[in-house]
């Protein structure tokens, strides 16, 4: 559902729809038909920022960092950027507020903040900060914030995804090559 919710906000079309849900057409133009009569609010203010940006020829995130818009711009682009962008705001502002409490970020992914804290009332304290960044950026809507994983005792983060295992061996094998590392058995 996730991602059906997400295609069909960033203007994803009856075919691309069907093909994802593996239905026919018929059943993907009934989806979002039944999205549109359910969500009629939605609709008209994501049609209504996209005309706006096309007048003024930028939109803006809540904290004023632009998108310039070319003389055609990509319909889904617009669509996509309040999302987006607006996602990056509030990261940026929860890492800056994590820096001024002394928990400092140790790496950016995504929609995330790996960090390096000590003890569970530091975890508190960073989840709290990052709530209030949500809430700044949403106009005081509650975003939930997850710990993913907890690494303790020197234990290394290792995604499940077969890409991001084999970008760790080449990452590990290159660094081996030119020196930066031991040789041996990848981690």
């Not at 920022?49 to 960092?65: D, H, I, Q, Y």
């Not at 983060?157 to 031991?182: C, F, H, N, S």
């Amino acid at each position: 559902m996730k991602s059906l919710q997400l295609g069909i906000n960033y203007g994803m079309g009856v075919l691309s729809l069907a093909k994802g849900l593996d239905r026919h057409p018929l059943i993907a133009s009934a989806i979002i038909e039944k999205h549109r009569a359910t969500y009629p609010r939605f609709w008209k203010w994501r049609d209504n920022m996209v005309l706006s940006a096309m007048l003024e020829r930028k939109m803006e995130t809540v904290f004023g960092w632009p998108l310039y818009l070319s003389s055609s711009p990509n319909q889904k682009t617009l669509y996509n950027f309040p999302m987006q962008s607006n996602g990056a705001e509030m990261l940026r502002l929860a890492a800056w507020r994590l820096c001024e409490a002394g928990i400092i970020p140790n790496m950016l992914i995504h929609d995330g903040i790996l960090l390096e804290v000590h003890g569970n009332e530091q975890v508190k304290q960073a989840i709290d900060i990052m709530k209030a960044a949500g809430r700044e950026v949403c106009d005081g809507l509650e975003i939930g914030v997850d710990v993913d994983q907890r690494l303790e005792n020197g234990a290394r983060y290792r995604d499940k995804w077969p890409v991001a295992k084999k970008m760790w061996e080449t990452m590990t094998l290159a660094l081996q090559e030119i020196g930066a590392i031991p040789q041996g058995p990848i981690p």
